[in-house]
């Protein structure tokens, strides 16, 4: 079964200082990724996806993320972070159903909050 | 483009009365909506996808009598919380798939989702 693992629960990382969030997942082919963040009481935004070609994306807000399949981990970084950062950040993969209108699923992980230190 | 909108944001209801709640592509077609559930702290938990035109397909462990779905549209989707008990307060988001360019209403395996910015719903 497709699963999501977000190690971190919480990272605190000063302003200015990189970023890196972690994702591992399990899935037996091919795996759709994706990272959304979510501010406080908001619903999720898409920072960037992953289908296929160039296993290193970028995003919006100046994130990226790499594709490795030999350690099947999709980790989100940025350079230099900014007080506005601070959100829950959520590792999702695409889980292929089979059906009427072959409807596809997103599964998440638990997410990581990160805080922003002055 | 691809924005999607939940009416109301917040309600609060009385315990045993039943609340709905609204899920909309505002500039795009959806053949297919998403209901999560999240609770404090957690992450979002899928418990059904809505198929316009067709029944509903929950997730295991959801309860298809108390949470209601209905997919009347191809841009409006609504949950209905049946018989509300403090115990289904929590955080409630839909998501809408737009319909694939050149792929007609059946759509591909595709898995753009645009999410909502979600409905808090407090039981009392």
């Known amino acids: 079964a497709q699963s999501v693992t977000q190690p971190d629960i919480h990272i605190t990382v000063s302003e200015g200082a990189s970023l890196e969030l972690r994702c591992n997942y399990s899935?037996?082919?091919?795996?759709?990724l994706f990272w959304y963040v979510q501010s406080p009481g908001q619903g999720l935004q898409l920072l960037l996806k992953y289908f296929s070609g160039d296993t290193l994306v970028q995003g919006i807000k100046g994130f990226e993320a790499e594709f490795k399949r030999s350690q099947s981990s999709f980790n989100l970084r940025k350079p230099s972070v900014h007080w506005s950062d601070a959100a829950e950040y959520f590792c999702?993969?695409?889980?292929?159903?089979?059906?009427?209108?072959?409807?596809?699923?997103?599964?998440f992980g638990s997410g990581t909050r990160l805080s922003i230190r002055p | 483009g691809a924005v999607v909108s939940q009416h109301p944001s917040r309600v609060i209801c009385k315990s045993g009365t039943s609340v709905k709640i609204e899920c909309r592509s505002l500039d795009f077609q959806a053949t297919t909506m998403f209901w999560y559930r999240q609770f404090p702290k957690k992450s979002l938990m899928l418990m059904a996808t809505?198929?316009?035109?067709?029944?509903?397909?929950?997730e295991q462990g959801v309860e298809k009598d108390k949470f209601l779905i209905n997919h009347a549209s191809l841009t409006l989707s609504t949950l209905t919380v049946t018989s509300a008990h403090p115990e289904d307060s929590s955080f409630y988001i839909c998501?809408?798939?737009?319909?694939?360019?050149?792929?007609?209403?059946?759509?591909?395996?595709?898995?753009?989702?645009?999410f909502g910015p979600g409905t808090r719903l407090t039981v009392t």
């Open positions: 899935y037996g082919a091919t795996p759709y």
């Open positions: 999702a993969v695409g889980a292929a159903t089979f059906g009427y209108s072959s409807a596809s699923k997103i599964i």
């Open positions: 998501s809408a798939r737009p319909v694939p360019p050149g792929q007609g209403r059946q759509g591909g395996r595709t898995y753009e989702q645009y």
């Open positions: 809505s198929n316009e035109g067709s029944k509903a397909t929950y």
